[in-house]
RNA sequence: GUGGGUGUAGCUCAGCCGGUAGAGCACUUGGUUGUGGUCCAAGAAGUCGCGGGUUCAAGUCCCGUCACUCACCCCA
């Protein structure tokens, strides 16, 4: 009747999708993903994408923006929906999981979770709003083994090392070397310092040392805060010891960042370093942190993060329940590529065969033929009109089906099908045709 | 949240010193009878982000607003 007023489709900032082509390639890293995570044994979990407020600001007030949850139709008095929050990241809706089915769940408990969250930041290259991110978290009654804060870089490292990334480094640093050696070395807020430190690799040696005067360290501090966040590298913990700076925590720190870089030495040289500069923020992380990035893109981002933390689903239940992660910014990593145009596009449609229709009496034909080819295992899909044979191999060229099948244009005709790469066109028996194999 | 840039067809963009819109790609149709990716021809498609102002006249100038984008912040 009257025109239809079209709203304008502008992209939503900071929430990617993809075309069909790049999509297919995103679904085979789910996959490869998933199958890596299971390979080592953890089990999948899916929790909802909304969190009661109180479980998203549990892990203390510095939180991440939330999106919260209301209804459009909602009237003033409804306050039903107003103590619901989307989720984000999983870590947290993962704690309060183990709490609500303690007593289902056989500990340790070994999870990996991949979902989108969502982040009310502003958006920004590789930065997003709504992202996926696979989890894989283990966590335990009373304590974790310090074993698995080396197993998860050792799954990281060989998930990431097949997809065919551009280098990165997996940093591994211990919270209790930082927070040991500030106490060790008499600064009254250790936390103020991880904060500055962890700018080291953008704003350099000396605008860290700004910053650390300023927080009221003396020149010396300054310069030893800055002396550890240079460390790195395989002998990071006697080089610690040569700082001459003691202290119980320090000493417990890095024995155990010791032992994961022990546990880990088999992996390529490089894969996973010691960086005493890793803190990762003021987040609940209490010993071991990981952060990984490009080598030669390092401020992109972090692609890669995760640590152990001593008591997140405690807050949910009064039992001490410890745990260690570490998550893959799959949408970090995959925007990157696609920018740069470093994906090979997939296929714009599964589809192995296309059945041309020749004319409407022969459709309930092709539907045979097609039928008959899905159920031997090709995904077959039989043109959707009695369009020219001409359009009809058009459109099986544009969505780069490798097959179109003719079947027979009369009575007793033979099938045939025409390879769209080379061309060629031979008859075939839909019974027993080979496809590309053939 | 703070600061800069941009906003014209589905996409990428052009549009000079104000005179009621253009290209390429994509899309549709055609180049006859059962065969694609090339080529040729034709066609369809725009409240010039939105609102206000200046002007005889605004895509073009001014103000506001929204969106996108970049940097800071923060992070996967």
């Not at 056989?106 to 990996?112: D, L, S, V």
């Not at 335990?140 to 310090?146: E, G, I, T």
Request: charged fraction near 25%; charge should be negative; aromatic fraction near 8%.
């Amino acid at each position: 009747m009257s025109e239809q007023r079209v709203v304008r489709p502008t992209p939503i900032s900071g929430f990617p999708e993809w075309t069909p082509q790049v999509r297919a390639v995103e679904q085979r890293w789910l996959d490869h993903i998933r199958a890596g995570f299971e390979s080592f044994g953890f089990a999948s979990v899916e929790t909802p994408s909304v969190e009661s407020l109180d479980v998203l600001m549990a892990k203390g007030e510095t939180s991440q923006e939330v999106y919260t949850l209301h209804r459009l139709q909602s009237d003033a008095k409804d306050d039903s929906d107003a103590r619901l929050g989307l989720h984000f990241d999983l870590t947290v809706p993962f704690a309060r999981y183990v709490a609500q089915h303690f007593n289902e769940l056989t500990f340790p408990f070994k999870r990996y979770q991949t979902q989108r969250v969502w982040r009310g930041e502003r958006p920004q290259e590789g930065r997003f709003r709504e992202f996926t991110q696979c989890d894989i978290d283990v966590i335990n009654v009373d304590s974790v083994p310090l074993h698995f804060d080396a197993e998860l870089p050792r799954i990281v490292h060989q998930v990431l090392t097949g997809l065919d990334l551009p280098a990165w480094t997996l940093n591994v640093n211990n919270r209790k070397v930082l927070q040991g050696f500030y106490e060790g070395l008499g600064v009254k807020d250790p936390v103020a310092v991880i904060r500055a430190v962890d700018k080291l690799h953008k704003i350099g040696d000396e605008g860290v040392r700004g910053i650390l005067l300023g927080d009221g360290l003396t020149g010396e501090q300054a310069d030893a805060c800055l002396a550890l966040a240079r460390i790195r590298g395989a002998d990071a913990a006697e080089r610690v010891a040569a700082l001459g700076v003691t202290s119980p925590l320090l000493t417990e720190g890095l024995d155990e960042l010791t032992f994961v870089l022990d546990e880990l030495a088999d992996l390529p040289e490089g894969s996973v370093v010691a960086d005493l500069s890793i803190a990762r923020g003021l987040d609940y992380y209490t010993g071991t942190v990981y952060e990984a990035s490009f080598d030669d893109d390092p401020g992109y981002g972090s692609i890669c993060a995760g640590g152990r933390y001593e008591n997140l689903a405690g807050q949910f239940i009064r039992r001490r329940l410890p745990g260690v992660g570490i998550s893959i910014g799959l949408t970090r990593i995959f925007a990157k590529l696609v920018a740069e145009g470093r994906i090979e596009e997939g296929r714009a449609c599964p589809t192995d065969v296309m059945v041309v229709v020749p004319g409407a009496e022969r459709r309930a034909d092709a539907l045979r033929t097609g039928a008959l080819l899905r159920e031997r295992g090709f995904n077959t899909e039989v043109f959707h009109s009695t369009a020219k044979v001409g359009k009809q191999i058009q459109y099986a060229a544009k969505k780069g089906i490798p097959f179109v099948w003719f079947p027979p244009f009369e009575d007793g005709g033979e099938h045939e099908v025409k390879d769209m790469g080379s061309g060629e066109q031979a008859s075939a028996d839909p019974a027993t045709w080979q496809g590309a194999a053939g």
